[in-house]
């Protein structure tokens, strides 16, 4: 059987050079970086030369990248971190309904801390509402975190615009990038952030390894506190395999780029089209144009996406539903839910993320078999409601 992965956003396979960066650090460099012997200088080579790879990838300075153990740990770190640090000045931080859990969940941690979070709105496409932003911030705000791209929807988010409305106000801006990095051109300088998340197995690197972006002068604590490395906001031996992997990562994402994105813009329209064309019932969610390239979410009339998930997995193709079986029930995910579909068109939701390695004939087998399987899921209803 032909198996098609279409899960990029999940995560995504490594790239065959990263795999091979990190077997020959795996095998040939294991000094400890923070050691002053050769063994050690040469991972504190290895550490910063993958440092610098991924600082020119979002055009930050080295000095400014933490490494971390992934997307999450940059997310709290970044919001306890500023926040712990910058509570003298104000307890307000302001995110957005549709964030990663990351972001959410650190927030309410920060909630029984005695912060108060708003969440904003967003509007039926994802977006988050600048006037709803203007209207919450206040001199008590120390932080503002919006996403730049969404896992879910792949709607890209105004930052520059959030960055320029937060800091009038005197507020940081963190970013949850981890979507937009490696899929759309990603720039601290442009954007204006001070704050910015990463992760490698979104972008072809390894799992367990990611960065934070820390502008000069950022006022941040560290949440994981011992030896002092990475500026003494990431204590513990630096992960110099995986670091060297996120590195290699980097390094291909800035070189393959605007490649990957036409390359997943052409596959998703031929996809979304041929979706069309042969399944009645279907709609997009999230906007037409500003999202991610190779993020495709649809919703299909009277098909729980669950259930089409594990029917496609049947056939060999890897997709995410919008909606999870919580207790029984079919429950729309948060994201769904903040942007007002309503139930049926939420719980019928897939998401369909397209990669390098993905070609035209794996999109044309996903279009036969989605268009196959809603036949079948559709027949089985209609005779099941005739019992
Ligand atoms: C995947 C993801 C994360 C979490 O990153 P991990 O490296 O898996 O911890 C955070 N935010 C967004 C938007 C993501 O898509």
Known sequence: MRRVYMDHAATTPMHPEVVTAMSEAMAGVFGNPSSLHAWGREARKALEEAREKVAALIGAEPGEIVF??????ADNLA?????RANRERGRHIITSAVEHHAVLHACGDLEKEGFRVTYLPVDGQGRVSLDALSESLSDETILVSIMAANNEVGTVQPIAEI?????????YLHTDAVQAVGQIPVDVKEWDVDLLSLTGHKFYGPKGVGALYVRRRTRVLPVISGGGQERGLRSGTQNVPGVVGLGKAAELAEAELAGRARHAAALRQRLWEGIQRRVPGVVLNGPPLERLPGNLSLSIAGV??????????????????????????LEPSHVLRAMGLPRETAVGSLRLSLGRDNTEEDVDYVIDQVASAVEKIRSLQVGAAGH
């Open 79 to 83: 919001i306890k971190g500023v926040a």
């Open 304 to 329: 729980e996406g669950e259930m089409l998930l594990l029917n496609l997995d049947y056939r060999g193709i890897a997709v995410s539903a919008g909606s999870a079986c919580a207790a029984g029930s």
């Open 68 to 73: 971390t153990g992934g997307g999450t740990e």
């Open 163 to 171: 960055a320029r409305l937060a800091h009038e106000r005197g507020a």
